[in-house]
């Protein structure tokens, strides 16, 4: 049950996501954040495309792992993909809050996507699951979410306070 939610959820965060990029359709792209909060630290727009790209497909890559574990029978990690449907509904958050320009909310999701990511690597961890490719995986989006918490928070503080 577990890997079923998280597949329908996976599934809504590429397709918010796609969403978000259309201009278009929520209002504002969320790649075009680096236009948003134009500050020196701010990276382009490609550059969310890419990093965003190379983590859908490792978690998407996570997710054939676990459901193919799932209908042979052998064990997956329920906690671990009960804690990756969070994530993703974090992720769908963030991006409809940010699209919507709800700035300081978007920094309090992403921060605590962060933390949930956290918990899913420390589940890895205690688990004795080091070298497996959901690690791996989780540890990128870890990554990428450490540096665009870092990156918005930053970019929305120096937004505020200094809006011209």
Do not use: C
Request: net charge positive; proline share 3%; hydrophobic share 60%.
């Amino acid at each position: 049950m577990a890997a079923i939610i998280a597949l329908i959820l996976l599934v809504g965060v590429y397709y918010v996501n796609y969403l978000g990029a259309q201009e278009s359709i929520l209002g504002v792209s969320i790649s075009n954040l680096g236009e948003i909060f134009p500050f020196p630290f701010m990276p382009p727009g490609v550059f969310f495309g890419a990093a965003w790209g190379l983590i859908f497909i490792l978690l998407g890559i996570f997710m054939v792992i676990t459901l193919w574990r799932l209908v042979s029978g052998r064990k997956y990690h329920t906690k671990i993909t009960w804690l990756f449907s969070i994530a993703s509904l974090l992720v769908i958050a963030w991006v409809v809050v940010t699209a919507k320009e709800l700035y300081l909310l978007s920094v309090i999701i992403i921060a605590l996507l962060m933390v949930v990511l956290m918990a899913i690597l420390d589940k890895y961890r205690k688990n004795g699951l080091q070298r497996t490719f959901g690690r791996r995986a989780f540890g990128a989006f870890y990554g990428r979410i450490s540096i665009a918490t870092m990156v918005l928070s930053i970019s929305i503080a120096i937004y505020l306070y200094y809006p011209d």
